[in-house]
């Protein structure tokens, strides 16, 4: 096959892609925020929803970070986001529930932040919330599910919300829609590489 016969095939194909892309775009005309679930075992849940809410910041807009099991970490992405105009940032302050050990104190902490974020959830000022490690809320019996899905549900209509953590529940992928499941194939610190700032966290 020659240079000309080459270009002409590929321009082809990329013309078919085209086509569909065009016809993806042309469907797609409703118009109000998104509910998006980062799941799975895989690195980098917390990491796409930051640079989503870096993309909302970018546009002019206002965002929400609540992290709830973070607390007691310096996380470099919360760091450089809470200097950036236009972010509220709450922070679930007793850390990872499996360091506290302690139920009760980890319901009080969470008492205290759930209020913020259900106040984020309808602030029609807010373009885009983030609830970073959700998931656990509901695995630990910290939060009921029915109160977090009422307030999804309730929220504004051009409102995005980013929820991340391993496990999210079937109620969740349901509800959401767009979910993207991280699988991990292989990770540095199950090999005994020691986790690092500004990869980790």
């Known amino acids: 096959m020659n240079e000309q016969a080459t270009a002409d095939k590929h321009q082809r194909k990329m013309q078919k892609h085209k086509e569909k892309v065009d016809a993806t775009i042309a469907r797609a005309q409703e118009e109000r925020g998104v509910i998006i679930v980062l799941t799975g075992n895989g690195k980098g849940k917390s990491s796409s929803g930051f ?3 870096i993309r909302t ?7 929400g970070l609540v992290q709830f099991i973070k607390g007691t970490w310096e996380c470099g992405e919360a760091k450089i986001l809470a ?3 236009g972010l509220t940032h709450e922070v679930m302050g007793s850390g990872f529930t499996w360091e506290t050990q302690d139920k009760e104190q980890d319901q009080r902490a969470f008492d205290q932040v759930w209020p913020k974020a259900k106040a984020m959830l309808s602030n029609p000022k807010m373009r885009t ?3 970073d490690e959700i998931t656990y809320m509901l695995a630990y019996d910290l939060l009921d599910m029915a109160e977090l899905v009422a307030a999804l549900r309730a929220r504004p209509l051009e409102q995005n919300v980013i929820l991340t953590g391993r ?3 079937t109620t969740l992928r ?5 979910v993207t499941d991280m699988k991990m194939e292989k990770h540095a610190f199950k090999a005994g590489v020691k986790a690092q700032a500004g990869i980790e966290w």
Request: a negative charge; aromatic letters at 0%.
């Open 174 to 178: 349901e509800l959401a829609d767009t």
């Open 129 to 131: 919330v983030m609830l």
């Open 57 to 63: 910041l970018g546009h002019g807009h206002e965002a």
């Open 83 to 85: 200097t950036l105009p």
């Open 51 to 53: 640079g989503t809410l």
């Open 167 to 169: 496990g999210a529940p």
